[in-house]
């Protein structure tokens, strides 16, 4: 497992941008997969993007896709998710996520390991 630390989230107006980062710790990380999911009040847990450690493949959901971007920087033990064109439909606490195989982060919502989350709002 790593330890995952979220930074990056706030208050920002509609149509605006925030980038998230979240840190590892690990000699390992460059192995792992890397996601990010996100939870509004009163809603699951729901997947938004991920990245692959072999290749470098990217999965985004279809309500984030065209806006969010994941990048990693296996140097820095870093992911991050570049978010622009926010909507109000995007405010929840942003959740960091972990994982030996892409699947347990695309296909199934059980990451090794997760993060303490980051709160975004986004206001209209």
């Known amino acids: 497992q790593v330890q995952l630390v979220e930074s990056g989230g706030g208050l920002v107006q509609a149509g605006g941008s925030l980038r998230l980062s979240c840190a590892a710790s690990?000699?390992?990380?460059?192995?792992?997969?890397m996601g990010w999911f996100r939870q509004a009040p009163g809603k699951e847990r729901e997947f938004v993007a991920a990245?692959?450690?072999?290749?470098?493949?990217?999965y985004y959901s279809d309500s984030v896709k065209g806006r969010f971007t994941i990048s990693r920087d296996n140097a820095k033990n870093t992911v991050y998710l570049q978010m622009n064109s926010l909507k109000p439909e995007d405010t929840a606490v942003y959740y960091c996520?972990?994982?030996?195989?892409?699947?347990?982060?695309?296909?199934?919502?059980?990451?090794?390991?997760w993060g303490q989350g980051t709160q975004v709002t986004v206001s209209s």
């Open positions: 990245i692959d450690w072999i290749v470098g493949s990217t």
């Open positions: 690990g000699r390992t990380f460059s192995s792992y997969a």
């Open positions: 996520a972990a994982d030996r195989s892409i699947n347990n982060l695309v296909v199934v919502i059980t990451p090794g390991s």
